[in-house]
């Protein structure tokens, strides 16, 4: 099933027999506020179909999100089997909130008595800005971003605390060093020292440049403690840059429907404040650029207001990597295999900014660029 871009959230099907997938009528409330199709219905409740949408939901972490969305009255109307699920998740990710919560400040209060600024990044620092609730956005780690000179110290303060390091070997040129992990609270915690690995074309141009970002920072606060953040801009390239990369590097997978929420609450809550001219300036990555049209053309189908059309058009000159034909492509896979979860079983990889691009490719085998997953 396909959902046209054109179609307001508030015109979403409202029978069981035209039903749009579960993450897409979320994604829509999110967005809108727009009420959820009834997951109650008798046989709808209990279709096989359903059943595969909420696991998958469920698989990717945003069980909590549903939860809140549908309300308790309505959970209490699900077949036993979903209400204990969705219950169960809502009162899991409560408690493994707080002891991530516990844990980021921490982090936050060592690099403090350190003297090293330290930048919140991923689900931590947007579960508490973005999300109504922290605990409906979910995240296996803890990541934050640090100046390399500090890493050292700030990792041995840490351990000192109780924080133990994982059996993991990091790969030539990643991103962040071997994840601490601490075993009574169950968290982990990734120290980043750049956005993006030394290998992955996102790295190119000054973008994502830990220099840039940790001087382009933004004072910020985490309960109650101060800590620092990316600008709603640069958060927003972030998530899309990063979104693509995963869907790149592991092809389908239901943790990476949490991205496209991050992207929804963040334009909801930032409408009318995003400085769209500053941003698309500091777009000097192709694949950022590319990556952030792909996002902001796909997003409207679920009632995200679409910024005007001259930034879009400004956006897309940024970029040469996805025409329209590839964007028809990467919007069609998302559809069937990200948003109503069909399993992905083609042949070919993944459609995704820059994968089919010939220019691309090219430039990268004469500039011989180190290979990557990406593209």
């Known amino acids: 099933m396909e959902f046209q871009e054109s179609a307001p959230a508030t015109r979403l099907a409202v029978s069981a027999q035209t039903a749009l997938p579960v993450v897409a009528q979320l994604l829509a409330h999110a967005a809108t506020g727009a009420a959820l199709q009834s997951l109650t219905n008798g046989e709808a409740a209990s279709g096989t179909d359903l059943a595969r949408q ?53 982090i936050i209060e060592t690099c403090e008595r350190l003297g090293v600024d330290v930048v919140l990044l991923k689900g931590i620092s947007v579960s508490e800005q973005w999300y109504p609730q922290e605990h409906f956005r979910p995240m296996a780690d803890i990541d934050v971003l640090i100046p390399q ?90 998530i899309a840059s990063s979104w693509f990369n995963d869907l790149a590097e592991r092809q389908i997978h239901p943790s990476f429907i949490a991205s496209m929420f991050d992207a929804v609450f963040l334009l909801k809550a930032s409408a009318g404040t995003l400085d769209w001219k500053r941003l698309i300036d500091r777009l000097d990555n ?60 083609h042949l070919l990889p993944l459609p995704v900014p820059g994968r089919y691009s010939a220019r691309h490719q090219i430039r990268k085998r004469l500039t011989r660029q180190p290979a990557h997953a990406q593209v």
């Open 54 to 106: 909420l696991q998958w939901l469920l698989d990717g972490g945003l069980g909590p999100l549903l939860h809140g969305a549908m309300g308790h009255a309505a959970v209490a109307q699900l077949p036993p089997t979903w209400r204990t699920a969705l219950l169960s998740a809502d009162l899991t990710a409560r408690v493994r909130h707080g002891s991530l919560t516990d844990t980021t400040l921490e």
């Open 286 to 345: 192709e694949l950022a650029a590319a990556s952030l049209h792909a996002m902001l053309t796909y997003l409207p189908r679920f009632g995200v207001e679409r910024p005007d059309a001259l930034v879009m058009a400004r956006l897309a000159s940024r970029q040469k990597l996805t025409g329209g034909a590839q964007l028809a492509l990467i919007h069609a896979a998302l559809d069937r295999h990200l948003i109503a979860a069909k399993p992905w079983n």
């Open 149 to 238: 000179a500090d890493y050292g110290a700030v990792e041995a303060a840490l351990i000192d605390l109780g924080h133990e390091r994982l059996a993991f070997e990091p790969g030539p040129g990643q991103q962040h060093g071997i994840p601490l992990q601490h075993r009574a609270r169950g968290s982990l915690i990734e120290l980043h020292t750049r956005l993006f690995d030394d290998d992955s074309p996102l790295s190119a141009g000054t973008l994502f440049g830990t220099p840039v970002v940790m001087s382009g920072s933004v004072p910020s606060c985490f309960h109650g403690r101060p800590v620092r953040r990316l600008t709603s801009e640069l958060q927003l390239a972030y």
